[in-house]
């Protein structure tokens, strides 16, 4: 992976996204959504499937305050989620899992991109807020991993 796919950037306009997430506007269960995220910063959603639940994702980003952190069970899942996101019209911070060459704790075998893609992350997220991705995805092993 290089450097531009760890940040995925949403097309430049709306009309160019391959799904369009307002058609999710003033459906009740979208709506009562969008209202838990505001009320409670925290929102679970069930019953969605495949690239749905990126499509409800994105327009709630779209519509709703604050960061968003998305945890997803492997990296290979995280990095589909992210290209999913992308469809919908939403860039995301793609946070990697450190990833070893060899067995056991030998840090000399990790790899090198995959620790400056965290650090870089990491760095953004410590950064001023106007700097701050709004969307981070990542897998689970990925948020257990300490730096770098």
Known sequence: ?????????APPAAEEAA??????????AFEALVERSTRDRRV???NLWGSSQALVLARLVQRAQGPWLVVLATDAEAELFADDLACCGVGSELF????SAGDGDDRSLVDP???????QVAQRLAGPPERR????????????QPLP
Do not use: F
């Not at 992976?1 to 950037?9: C, G, S, V």
């Not at 799904?19 to 009740?28: I, V």
């Not at 990697?96 to 990833?99: G, S």
């Not at 995805?137 to 257990?144: D, E, N, Q």
């Open 1 to 9: 992976m290089t450097d531009t796919e760890a940040l995925r950037p």
């Open 19 to 28: 799904l369009d997430p307002s058609r999710l506007d003033g459906t009740p």
């Open 44 to 46: 679970a959603a069930g």
């Open 96 to 99: 990697p899992a450190r990833e």
């Open 113 to 119: 991109d995959t620790v400056r893609r965290r650090l």
């Open 133 to 144: 991705p709004r969307l981070v995805v990542g897998s689970l092993l990925a948020l257990l």
